[in-house]
Every structure is written in structure tokens, then in C-alpha cells.
């Protein structure tokens, strides 16, 4: 654990007055717990390491747990029943640990820790290639604050530790091998104090300036180098087309011919024109040696449409491509390459990098993106410059992730790509954007209503902030 004899002496002893002192600080103790519970899903495998909070392993309910916390005799006392196994200080070695985790969460105890580079290489080393290790610290910031509070007699009692900042808790993780997925700074009142706290800790600690002013900061990491254990992972690419009859045949030739496509899913969603005959006569007379299949849509909306396609997906990987093709099929193996490589866990298309041909994007549409990226950017904590493009790319696996979770979103997306945006961030996946040449339409008129669906956007909006944002 990289603890000191010195330190590993101090938690056993005072480990039952610490927890006297958790319990008088509930307040801060407990929403942290249920902060940490919000960024690991629920029946995720958790690796525990933290010397207060031992109850936080029962809080996230995982699949797989195990704690190593500061005292054997507290841990009993804490989970008397003994469903998850948990060893102390004295007990464990991190690196002796066996088997991989989905999440190795570390709370509090970098102040004590003699090399935390160390701690988090072999933290690292305990997550499986797709896992994640959250840390959480008191901020460097409030020492002084925390000092003064333990001299007054209103916490546990000061012992000399490390004071590590954000950028330095990340520059540690740089050097174990680690990056960034999400961070950031929470609470700026410990204290409960009705309607102030709620005010000050929900919502004011997620407004510049105050982000820098947290208690307490929090990274979620991932990986830098870790890649899939499969050699040539497959590709499906899901196609919603929706009154798209004269593009059938040119996307069923451009794409059968990308050496990383595996499967093209067709899902017709009720065309006034002849959209559906013409996938069935396409796929009739196709020759090639990819899998091609594909479907009516029972529901409304390209959401609906996409949900679909990715439930008839079998390959490894899965993408939706839009069926006017005014993104190139032929960027289509950069954003399997990026995924393959791990640059991203969610690969997103952006239309803004590059020049636009001209009328591919009316002028208000131009800005409407401008200002939705923006908004989303601050809203999921992760740089898009462009949330509606529709091509994106993710592991099936992780949607699946996005499915079992979905119920914390709800059935609210018509357009499909907020789904997926909002289910990656909320699993802290490393979403990257891959710039694409956008082109002007060649066959009929666009699906977008631009002041409808810009409503619903900004409800949207207004949504993510209370489930996401403001928490």
C-alpha cells in the first residue's frame, strides 16, 4: 500500500476513533460515498482501497468486491454479515492482490501514501484493459482550512500528510502509465446546513470560478496504452434510412468494400418512398462476401432506428452511419483505427474541422451546432466540438453498459445520439472526436426540423443538467 510502518501503526490503532469521527462528519462522508457511487455502475467488480468509508464497498453493490481498509476489527464491526471480503493495512499489499477489477477506487489516502506514483502503477495493474481507477483527495486548497478545523477540535485530529493538487495527481498518473478521463473539484460546504448546502454543493460548485474550490478533488483514469485482447475486432455499421430509396445501392457498394466492415444493418423507419424495396433489391443482388441484414423499424424516431440496428449487431464493435452519405464511407476506417488503437472508448464524428461544401449546413444549423457542442462539452465534462454529427463509434460491449443503465436517463432521446453520448460519459468512457469531411445531399431533402428538433435539444439541455451536471 506504500504506507509507512509508521502510518500502517496509526490507522490500526485510531481507526475506531476515525470512524467516530466519520460518523460525526456524516454529512461530507456520505455524500462523497454517494458521489463515488455515482461514477462506479452498480454491479461493477470494485477494488476498495481507502482508510475511512470501509461501508462504501456495500454501498456500490458490486458483482465482485474487495476492500482493504485500515483495521480488521472496523471492517467486521462494518460488515458484520462478511458477504464481501476485506483485509486490512497490516493484512494486504496491493500488488498482491489477485484477479482484475472493472473499477479500483482509491478514496482519501493519497495524504498518507509514501509513493503514490507507485500505488497507482500497481492500481493499474489490478483493472482489467477497459477498467477505470478512481481517486479521490482533499484539495491542496483547503489544508490550511482542515488544519485549523482539527485544531478547533471539528474533525480528526492532524497528522502531518500530503497536500497534492489536481494537476498533480495527474501528472502522477501520467507517469504510472494512467490518463484523465473526468475530474474535477466537489463541495464547498462540508457542514450541513439546510438549503445552503444543497445550493453551494449542487449547484454553485459546478459554476466557474467556483469548480477550482472544491474540498475535495476526484480524477477517474483510464489506461494510456492498454489495447483490446482481440486481434481484428469485427465492425458493424448500422444504417437508419428514412425516405433514402436512391442511396441504397451507392452505400451497400461503398461500404462492402472497407476491409474493417463486418456486417451492414439496414433499418428502414417508415419512408413515404420506396426506401425499403430498394434494400430488399440491394441486398437480393449483392454478390460479396459481407454479412448484409435488415429490418423495419417498429418505433419512431432515429433513435428508435438505431436501438434497433445495434440490437441485431453481433460484431465487436458498432457504428451508425447516416444514409444520406454526406459523411464519406471513406472515413470510416479512422474511426475504427481510433478505436482499435484505444485513442478513444467512443469514437464521435465532427463536422466543424474541415470546410463545408457548400449548403451541406445552413447557416442557423452552423450555429445551433456551435452552440450544443459548447453546451454539451460543459455539461458531460469532455471537449465535442460537434454532438450531431451521426456517426459514432463505440464497443458493443458498452452498449450494452449504456443499456443496462438506461434507466437512469430514461426513453428520452429521438434522435438517438444523446443516448449514447450521455450513456458513455456516465460510464466514463473517453469520448474523442474524429473530423470528417461533410458534404452537400445528393438525393432528397433533409429529416431535420431545425426549430422543432432545436427545442427538444434545449430541453435536452435542461436535462443533463439536473441528471449529470447538478448532482
Not at 80 to 89: A, Y
Request: hydrophobic share 40%; net charge positive; glycine share 8%.
Amino acid at each position: 500500500m506504500h504506507l509507512s510502518p509508521a502510518a500502517r501503526e496509526y490507522f490500526d490503532t485510531k481507526a475506531g476513533e476515525r470512524l467516530i469521527w466519520q460518523r460525526h462528519n456524516s454529512y461530507y462522508h456520505d455524500s462523497l460515498q454517494a458521489f463515488i457511487g455515482f461514477l462506479v455502475p452498480r454491479g461493477s467488480s470494485v477494488l476498495h482501497i481507502g482508510a475511512d468509508s470501509p461501508s462504501l464497498l456495500n454501498l456500490l453493490a458490486p458483482k465482485r468486491g474487495l476492500g482493504i481498509h485500515a483495521s480488521a476489527q472496523v471492517i467486521e464491526q462494518v460488515n458484520k454479515q462478511g458477504v464481501l471480503p476485506r483485509l486490512s493495512f497490516k493484512q494486504a499489499e496491493l500488488a498482491d492482490v489477485e484477479g482484475v477489477f472493472d473499477y479500483a477506487v482509491i478514496s482519501d489516502l493519497l495524504g498518507y501514501v509514501d509513493d503514490v506514483e507507485t500505488l497507482l502503477r500497481e492500481a493499474a495493474e489490478r483493472i482489467s484493459w477497459r477498467g477505470r481507477v478512481v481517486v479521490t483527495q482533499h484539495s491542496a486548497l483547503w489544508g490550511p482550512v482542515l488544519r485549523l478545523a482539527s485544531a478547533l477540535g471539528l474533525r480528526v485530529p492532524y497528522r502531518t500528510e500530503n497536500w497534492i493538487s489536481r494537476a498533480d495527481l495527474e501528472n502522477l498518473a501520467h507517469l504510472a502509465g494512467l490518463e484523465a478521463v473526468r475530474s474535477g473539484t466537489r463541495m464547498l460546504l462540508p457542514k450541513h446546513v439546510p438549503l445552503l448546502s444543497t445550493f453551494f454543493n449542487t449547484y454553485l460548485a459546478n459554476v466557474f470560478p467556483f469548480t477550482r474550490l472544491g474540498l475535495y478533488h476526484y480524477v477517474v483514469l483510464r489506461k494510456q496504452d492498454a489495447r483490446s485482447p482481440l486481434s481484428n475486432p469485427s465492425l458493424s455499421i448500422v444504417v437508419p434510412a428514412r425516405n433514402e430509396a436512391g442511396m441504397i445501392d451507392t452505400i451497400l457498394r461503398d461500404l462492402t468494400v472497407l476491409d474493417c466492415m463486418t456486417e451492414l444493418i439496414f433499418v428502414e423507419g417508415h419512408s413515404s418512398d420506396e426506401t425499403y424495396e430498394a434494400i430488399e433489391r440491394a441486398v437480393s443482388s449483392y454478390k460479396g462476401d459481407k454479412k448484409i441484414l435488415y429490418a423495419k423499424q417498429t418505433g419512431k424516431g432515429k433513435g428508435d432506428a438505431v436501438r434497433k440496428g445495434f440490437d441485431m449487431a453481433t460484431s465487436d464493435i458498432i457504428t451508425i452511419f447516416d444514409a444520406d452519405m454526406t459523411v464519406p464511407a471513406a472515413d470510416m476506417p479512422k474511426f475504427y483505427r481510433a478505436i482499435v488503437e484505444n485513442r478513444g472508448d467512443f469514437i464521435n464524428g465532427s463536422r466543424l474541422v474541415y470546410p463545408l461544401e457548400k449548403q451541406s449546413m445552413r447557416f442557423l444549423n452552423f450555429l445551433g451546432n456551435k452552440f450544443f457542442s459548447l453546451a454539451f462539452s460543459w455539461l458531460l465534462n469532455s471537449r465535442l466540438k460537434d454532438t450531431l454529427c451521426g456517426t459514432k463509434m463505440l464497443w458493443r460491449e458498452d452498449y450494452h453498459e449504456i443499456q443496462t443503465g438506461r434507466a437512469f436517463f430514461g426513453d428520452f432521446d429521438p434522435f438517438g445520439d444523446f443516448d449514447l453520448l450521455f450513456g458513455a460519459a456516465k460510464l466514463n468512457r473517453k469520448i474523442v472526436d474524429m473530423p470528417v469531411h461533410y458534404g452537400e445531399r445528393t438525393y432528397g431533402t433533409t429529416n431535420i426540423q431545425r426549430w422543432r428538433h432545436g427545442w427538444l435539444l434545449l430541453k435536452m439541455v435542461v436535462f443533463a443538467m439536473r441528471k449529470i451536471k447538478f448532482i
